[in-house]
């Protein structure tokens, strides 16, 4: 089974308006971490937010927030106001520490978002 | 720059060559991370250093690959008889060893295997 999906391969969004990124996730593991990465053109995975499984409320950075629903395991990234710098790959990734010292990423297969004017 | 820093940045090669990759961490970052990138899809592990010690290989890291990280600072990525199939994105990220938390990448490296 897939441990990260992203179900939505593209998105198109209007500038400045709101948009909301998928993730569903599948662990066993009752301590783990979501992350939310950007990767441009050029390639370089910029971190954008984290949430903990034992997190109470949502995280937000900036125009970024994740919506976490534990018992539906998805964590659905949220952007507001966007911008045309936006327009990148976007990927849902998760840490278990029942993996170890390693806290390695399992990634999903990326949501590549469009900012149209 | 203070980030993490990939060398080169982009490598083509014939089959059958060896190839070397260079990640220089970001400076006091203790865990050091490989992922192979391929078209279409998201990262994947490939192995991990707490310091000098490679304590964490994929399965994906065949006997043709080999991580070093002599030290506890820089890290090689060595792939020896190259084949097709090793064209993709090589990333390193570094973290303190404090966080569990975000791993901070690099640009990567863009293999292309002919």
């Known amino acids: 089974a897939q441990k990260i999906t992203q179900t939505q391969p593209g998105m198109f969004v209007q500038e400045k308006e709101a948009v909301t990124l998928d993730c569903t996730y599948d662990?066993?593991?009752?301590?783990?971490?979501l992350f939310w990465y950007k990767q441009p053109s050029s390639g370089e995975m910029i971190f954008l937010i984290y949430q903990g499984s034992y997190d109470q409320q949502n995280a937000t950075e900036g125009r970024y927030s994740l919506n976490f629903q534990k018992a539906r395991k998805s964590a659905n990234l949220v952007i507001s106001a966007s911008q045309l710098g936006d327009s990148a790959m976007y990927f849902c990734a998760m840490r278990e520490k029942g993996t170890g010292t390693a806290s390695k990423l399992t990634f999903g297969t990326g949501t590549r978002l469009q900012v149209t004017l | 720059d203070t980030g993490v820093s990939q060398d080169p940045r982009h490598k083509i090669t014939k089959r059958g060559q060896n190839v070397t990759f260079r990640c220089d961490p970001i400076s006091e970052h203790n865990r050091l991370y490989w992922y192979r990138q391929t078209l279409g899809q998201g990262p994947e592990f490939l192995t991990y250093?707490?310091?000098?010690?490679?304590?964490?290989k994929s399965r994906l890291l065949s006997d043709r690959f080999s991580a070093e990280r002599p030290k506890g600072s820089f890290s090689t990525l060595e792939i020896q008889r190259t084949e097709q199939g090793d064209s993709a994105m090589y990333l390193c990220?570094?973290?303190?060893?404090?966080?569990?938390?975000?791993?901070?990448f690099g640009p990567g490296t863009r293999l292309t295997v002919l």
């Open positions: 662990t066993s593991d009752p301590s783990y971490g």
């Open positions: 990220a570094s973290s303190p060893d404090y966080s569990y938390n975000e791993q901070f």
């Open positions: 250093f707490q310091n000098e010690a490679q304590l964490e």
